[in-house]
């Protein structure tokens, strides 16, 4: 069974520049999510898509962050203007009705 | 309170010892628990999953105490590539929104 798979594997930009992380959860998973997980720290939910629509993005900053997953497969997770304390790891995952999270090997962002 | 809590450690622990530590959560409603493993600079992998009272995976036992809400991940006869970030995730709503907490760091040592 493929993994989740992401792209880019490391990205640097200057702040105020965009960015834009790519993901493509394993076949058959309904969900998909995208996590934020600065060093030291534990995964934070940016994100939640139950098929192609969205089911938590509390703690996502709309101001600057955007996702979409057109068709409910592959997703995209946007950044405009990026700022220093955007720096972190990006993690996608996905999940089956029953199964439960499975990890890409996620995107190293570093600002500056 | 944070809705999920882990010790950071980290826990220094000898080859061939045993290492155990806790995880405790802030919903009482809670059903399913997991432990996830993750190495330095890699994503987190699931080691176990948590639904009753317990499970046990080899060297590896995870027990659920409801009464005073915590999880705990037991190691047995550590070995060196055990050493990694042990990450307790529980759900935090009655929507299942699974949160992570921060992670127990282990170091095994020969």
Redesign the interface.
Known sequence: EAGVAQSPRYKIIEKRQSVAFWCNPISGHATLYW?QQIL??????LI?FQNNGV??DSQLPKDRFSAERLKGVDSTLKIQPAKLEDSAVY?CASSGEYS???????T?LTVT | RKEVEQDPGPFNVPEGATVAFNCTYSNSASQSFFWYRQDCRKEPKLLMSVYSSGNEDGRFTAQLNRASQYISLLIRDSKLSDSATYLCVAPTDSWGKLQFGAGTQVVVTP
């Open positions: 996590y030291g720290q534990g995964p934070k939910l939640q089911v938590d993690l439960p999270l499975h990890f890409g090997n996620g190293r």
